[in-house]
């Protein structure tokens, strides 16, 4: 086999790629490799970052990342972080997800291979452009961003009150449908979304298992839940012990309503 080529012949057996369509899109995976840094500039977040900060040239915007890194562990343990108040407290005294999050947009291989990913899944498993589409734990919007560019037209982003989502409002309000505050007084609704995306977030929480039950009864039947929920054992700066103990019964919830089209990752509700 040709060095190189083994992981787009096993990702050629995922979903969403088992499909003539899915050629053309791994084809895609295979244009990121050879050229991580110049492919895929709609997905970038950086010229709104620009936008939103007043940031003249480049240099500028590096010089803020990697400001923002600056004693960011040292502010996790600067303060208790025992219950669910003070962890998500955490994520409004910093601003370093924002920036690491734009950067990562334009500039790592790694990152926009999984926002690709997500967007294959996403318009993989719609009948329309106009069906709802919801990003649980979105972050600064990357994914939401390019599903807006990519011609999705109902799509939502939620996640709780941070530094991300105040810049979601500043900078996204007027292309998304809704911006979602999670914060206890949220509603999803009932089968109200054909695809529902959560991206390495879950692992944060203190009780996945109550969050993925929302997301289960958000979800329309028919509709794909797209889950990363990673293995994690390093407690110290946001990962929570409560979430991997959690962990199992989250995918056994998951799987007593939906098919399973990636072990892990994709599900289908049954109808």
Same mark, same amino acid.
């Given at each position: 086999?040709?060095?190189?080529?083994?992981?787009?012949?096993? +990702?050629? !057996? #995922?979903?969403?790629?088992?499909?003539?369509? $899915?050629?053309?899109?791994?084809?895609?995976?295979?244009? &990121? /490799?050879?050229?991580?840094?110049?492919?895929?500039?709609?997905?970038?977040?950086?010229?709104?970052?620009?936008?939103?900060?007043?940031?003249?040239?480049?240099?500028?915007?590096?010089?803020?990342?990697?400001?923002?890194?600056?004693?960011?562990?040292?502010?996790?343990?600067?303060?208790?972080?025992?219950?669910?108040?003070?962890?998500?407290?955490?994520?409004?005294?910093?601003?370093?997800?924002?920036?690491?999050?734009?950067?990562?947009?334009?500039?790592?291989?790694?990152?926009?291979?999984?926002?690709?990913?997500?967007?294959?899944?996403?318009?993989?498993? +719609?009948? !329309? #452009?106009?069906?709802?589409?919801?990003?649980? $734990?979105?972050?600064?919007?990357?994914?939401?961003?390019? &599903? /807006?560019?990519?011609?999705?037209?109902?799509?939502?982003?939620?996640?709780?009150?941070?530094?991300?989502?105040?810049?979601?409002?500043?900078?996204?309000?007027?292309?998304?449908?809704?911006?979602?505050?999670?914060?206890?007084?949220?509603?999803?609704?009932?089968?109200?979304?054909?695809?529902?995306?959560?991206?390495?977030?879950?692992?944060?929480?203190?009780?996945?298992?109550?969050?993925?039950?929302?997301?289960?009864?958000?979800?329309?039947?028919?509709?794909?839940?797209?889950?990363?929920?990673?293995?994690?054992?390093?407690?110290?700066?946001?990962?929570?012990?409560?979430?991997?103990?959690?962990?199992?019964?989250?995918?056994?919830?998951?799987?007593?309503?939906?098919?399973?089209?990636?072990?892990?990752?994709?599900?289908?509700?049954?109808?």
């Amino acid at each position: 086999m040709i060095p190189g080529i083994t992981p787009f012949v096993r +990702l050629w !057996s #995922l979903y969403p790629y088992r499909s003539f369509r $899915g050629f053309f899109r791994l084809l895609q995976h295979i244009f &990121l /490799r050879f050229f991580p840094h110049s492919s895929f500039p709609a997905m970038s977040i950086v010229p709104l970052m620009m936008d939103e900060y007043d940031l003249s040239c480049d240099e500028e915007f590096r010089v803020r990342y990697y400001v923002s890194r600056i004693d960011f562990e040292s502010l996790w343990d600067a303060a208790p972080r025992t219950n669910k108040a003070e962890i998500e407290h955490f994520y409004q005294e910093h601003d370093k997800d924002l920036w690491r999050q734009a950067y990562l947009s334009r500039d790592s291989y790694n990152y926009k291979r999984k926002i690709l990913r997500a967007m294959h899944t996403v318009l993989a498993s +719609l009948t !329309s #452009l106009d069906d709802p589409v919801m990003d649980y $734990g979105c972050g600064a919007g990357v994914l939401v961003h390019y &599903l /807006r560019k990519k011609g999705c037209t109902n799509v939502d982003a939620a996640d709780i009150p941070s530094k991300t989502i105040d810049f979601l409002h500043a900078q996204m309000k007027q292309t998304l449908r809704r911006i979602i505050t999670v914060d206890g007084q949220e509603s999803f609704g009932t089968n109200e979304y054909q695809v529902i995306v959560s991206l390495d977030c879950l692992e944060h929480t203190l009780d996945p298992l109550m969050i993925i039950e929302k997301l289960l009864t958000a979800l329309k039947p028919g509709g794909v839940l797209m889950l990363s929920f990673p293995i994690e054992t390093d407690f110290t700066l946001a990962h929570t012990r409560e979430a991997q103990e959690q962990r199992p019964a989250v995918f056994k919830r998951i799987m007593d309503v939906c098919d399973v089209l990636v072990p892990e990752l994709v599900f289908r509700k049954r109808a």
